[in-house]
């Protein structure tokens, strides 16, 4: 098996595309798989910078004549089957494909992952094309198979456990939360445990902002570092805040999502407090005992609950490992690539069924 991986690296780069370069990067690292990196057309990068009106007009003109996109020449293919894969935020994303021509004929098996699916309006006529559609929310799941009439499963969130997870005790950061939190939340934290004299941090990541079209390759950009970074952070938070996408403060979303923050937060350990997410996935994916903490809807009882809780070093330590430990089993990115491609029938690579095992190897270790 030859397996590929269409990356959009070169046409953008913020804090929400880097968990998407990373499960590229764990792909490549596992699958043995070979990147391919298209860049946007000249005039596509020119039009970005016009008003929203005469930008759609220069895209859909590029579009219909050389396609957004270009891809520097393919490498000779083997016999064995060949595997694309495509990693995209929105269903947007799925335009990549274009980058290749007759990809269709080129390819054996393609398949797309696309985070945010519900937006089912911009999905391209492409996705028509695929041999599987996979996605990260339940809800949308039969919805996309009687638009698109091709097989959509559901692949949950993950996160790098075998590199980036932690059971460690000793942590130096009382509070992170980093992604959106509800302002009255925010605020009152900041009061409570960040003024003069208070012994205790409350850390509040600021992400960088959105790039379109970075000039600098990803190798030298910092993405990574920043990945890097924020799970160093995390192993050192005694507390994550991640809230439900539905709670009052939030950013609209159609649905309960589970986003990336839970699974990174369990992953490194510390005790994940605030709103849990209400869909019936959450309870099936985080049902183990004090796989979140539900704090009180009154920001100033949650500031107290949160400086009780900090008190309880015996529960603390115990989700520690607990958080770990789940993750371990069921959460590392690794075993969501292994449900793609055994979904379409695909044979895992050595070095997949090698990293699989480990992670099978250290949850019985740390789970005796």
Not at 52 to 73: C, D, H, M, Q
Not at 99 to 109: C, M, T
Not at 332 to 361: C, F, G, N, T
């Amino acid at each position: 098996m030859n397996l590929f991986v269409l990356s959009s690296r070169a046409i953008c780069s913020s804090v929400f595309w880097d968990t998407v370069f990373e499960l590229e990067n764990i792909m490549v690292q596992t699958c043995n798989a070979q990147l391919l990196i298209p860049s946007a057309r000249d005039l596509v990068q020119w039009s970005s910078k016009l008003p929203p009106l005469a930008n759609r007009i220069v895209r859909k003109f590029v579009k219909s004549t050389t396609g957004l996109y270009e891809l520097p020449p393919l490498p000779d293919f083997s016999d064995k089957p060949n595997v694309l894969v495509l990693i995209g935020i929105s269903g947007a994303d799925i335009e990549l494909l274009s980058s290749i021509p007759k990809w269709r004929q080129r390819f054996d098996v393609v398949i797309a992952y696309v985070f945010d699916s519900w937006g089912t309006e911009i999905f391209p006529k492409s996705v028509y094309k695929l041999d599987h559609l996979f996605v990260a929310l339940p809800e949308v799941v039969d919805k996309l198979k009687s638009m698109f009439k091709i097989p959509v499963s559901l692949i949950p969130f993950g996160a790098d456990v075998l590199d980036q997870g932690s059971y460690q005790v000793n942590r130096s950061i009382d509070i992170t939360s980093f992604g959106r939190i509800p302002e009255q939340y925010h605020g009152a934290f900041i009061d409570k445990f960040n003024q003069p004299g208070s012994e205790q941090i409350y850390y509040k990541s600021t992400p960088r902002a959105l790039q379109e079209f970075p000039k600098i390759s990803y190798e030298k950009r910092k993405d990574e570092e920043d990945t890097m970074l924020l799970f160093h952070i995390l192993r050192l938070s005694k507390i994550t805040l991640a809230f439900d996408t539905r709670y009052p403060g939030m950013r609209y979303f159609p649905y309960s999502f589970i986003t990336l923050r839970w699974f990174y937060g369990a992953a490194t350990g510390g005790a994940i407090v605030g709103k849990r997410p209400t869909t019936p996935l959450m309870d099936e994916l985080f049902n183990w005992e004090d796989a979140t903490i539900e704090l009180p809807d009154d920001p100033q009882k949650s500031v107290e609950f949160v400086a009780e809780l900090l008190q309880d070093t015996n529960r603390l330590q115990s989700i520690y490992k607990r958080n770990y430990v789940e993750s371990l089993a069921r959460h590392d990115w690794r075993y969501r690539i292994q449900s793609m491609l055994e979904a379409v029938q695909v044979p895992l690579p050595h070095v997949l069924s090698e990293e699989l095992l480990q992670l099978k190897m250290l949850h019985k270790k740390w789970s005796q």
